[in-house]
Structures are given as structure tokens and as C-alpha cells.
């Protein structure tokens, strides 16, 4: 996720409200960005009444933001390790499906794949974050309306997809340098090598160092921070 900012939403109350350490005021309906807290961050949704984030609800949001990135995480990684033919009969394609079995078989039933594209895996991630941001919805007592929660979802959808090819490559980076050969060392790199193809054929090799990975880690931080922007701009939008 974007680092940097979470996005607040005031209510509707009338009375403009303040943003605890930014210094900046929030008419009705309007949208201010706070800083992050030691969290990882959700997107809070605000109520009607005075602006605040009690620790309970950093704690909760913190909570559902874990679960649901982790479910939505696995549900991603159950789609594209399909599209790239990676066996599952290993240890992360066991944790995978694990972890997404209960969401995703029963989707199948109602939605069957597009050629290579599991659509149920793609659908039960959307409905996860989906959830989170109803809950949260939930929990500041609706001051949101609720054509706002699918356009956050899909926002946060998209933030853990670089997340997780972000972690993707870290973890590919350190078993490369590391030079081991595991069941779950060679799934890592089966699913990063097609990232790294297209940077490798324009950043060449530095010293007979190979830079690709860090290279479009830069890209994916960079778009992360694009996300983060273009959501902003999308909420203030209307």
C-alpha cells in the first residue's frame, strides 16, 4: 500500500471538523489525508460526528486490513499461479489453497473461468476487500454512502496486487543471492521470472550484477504512490 497517507472521509454533520495532526479542515463531505499511524494503514471511513480514530478502531481496522490482505493476497497468487502453470503441489500452493478454498469453489460454481483466467479467484478477492470496507462502514456508524465502499475496494485491490508482487520480488531478490534450491525457492522464481523478462531486455547487466529486480521494484513503489494519488483525486471527484 501506498506509504505515506491514509484516506480520510469527514460526514455530514454541517460543521467542518479538523484533522488531528495535519492542520487542515474538512467541510461536509469533503476528503483530507492523514498521516499513517504505526500501522500498515486502512483507508478509514469517518462518521458524522467530530473526526477521530479511537485505538479500538485502529486496532480493528488494523485487524481486518491483516485478514483480508492475507485472504486477498492468497486469492491472487491462486490466479496467477494458474495463468503461469505452477504446479500446486507444493507448500505454497497447499497454504493457497488452504486459504481460498472455502471462498473460491464455491464462486466456481456460479462463474465459470474465461480461457486461462480463473475469474472466481479474481471475484473473491474484490469481495474480501469488499467486506473489509463494509465492516469499517459498519463500525463509524454509516457515515459514508454505500456507493462509495466499491470504488475503495477495488482501490485497495489494486494496492495489494503491487504489495504482493512487491513482496514477490523481495523474497526472489534474497533466495537469488542466497542461492538455494527449495520446493518453494523454485515456485518464487517460476512466478517472477515473467515480471523480470521484459526489464532485463532494458536494464543489461551492471557488473555482472543483475538489476531487474530492484528496477521494478522502484516501478511498483512508484505506482503505488500513483494509486494513492489517483484514489484521492477519484474521492474528491465527486
Not at 24 to 29: D, E, F, N, S
Amino acid at each position: 500500500k501506498p506509504p505515506g497517507h491514509n484516506t480520510v472521509f469527514s460526514g455530514n454533520s454541517g460543521s467542518d471538523v479538523n484533522v488531528r495532526g495535519s492542520g487542515m479542515a474538512l467541510g461536509p463531505g469533503s476528503l483530507g489525508i492523514i498521516p499513517r499511524c504505526a500501522t500498515v494503514g486502512a483507508v478509514a471511513l469517518v462518521g458524522r460526528m467530530h473526526l477521530s480514530i479511537p485505538m479500538l478502531f485502529q486496532i480493528i481496522s488494523y485487524l481486518l486490513e491483516v485478514v483480508s490482505g492475507l485472504l486477498t493476497g492468497a486469492c491472487q497468487l491462486r490466479l496467477y499461479m494458474q495463468l503461469q502453470r505452477v504446479p500446486f503441489g507444493n507448500p505454497v500452493g497447499r497454504l493457497v489453497f488452504a486459504l481460498t478454498d472455502w471462498l473460491v469453489l464455491p464462486l466456481r460454481k456460479l462463474l465459470p473461468a474465461a480461457g486461462r483466467w480463473d475469474l472466481s479467484c479474481l471475484v473473491a478477492a474484490f469481495l474480501l476487500q469488499l467486506v473489509q470496507y463494509l465492516l469499517l462502514w459498519l463500525l463509524v456508524g454509516a457515515g459514508l454512502g454505500l456507493a462509495w465502499l466499491p470504488w475503495m475496494a477495488l482501490f485497495s485491490l489494486a494496492r495489494v496486487t503491487v504489495s504482493g508482487l512487491m513482496g514477490l520480488l523481495i523474497a526472489y531478490a534474497i533466495l537469488s543471492w542466497m542461492q538455494t534450491r527449495t520446493p518453494i525457492s523454485d515456485v518464487i522464481a517460476r512466478l517472477s521470472e515473467p515480471l523480470l523478462q521484459p526489464v532485463r531486455r532494458v536494464v543489461p547487466l551492471l557488473g555482472g550484477i543483475d538489476l531487474s529486480p530492484l528496477v521494478l521494484l522502484v516501478l511498483l513503489q512508484v505506482l503505488s504512490i500513483v494509486l494513492g494519488h489517483l484514489q484521492a483525486s477519484v474521492m474528491m471527484g465527486q
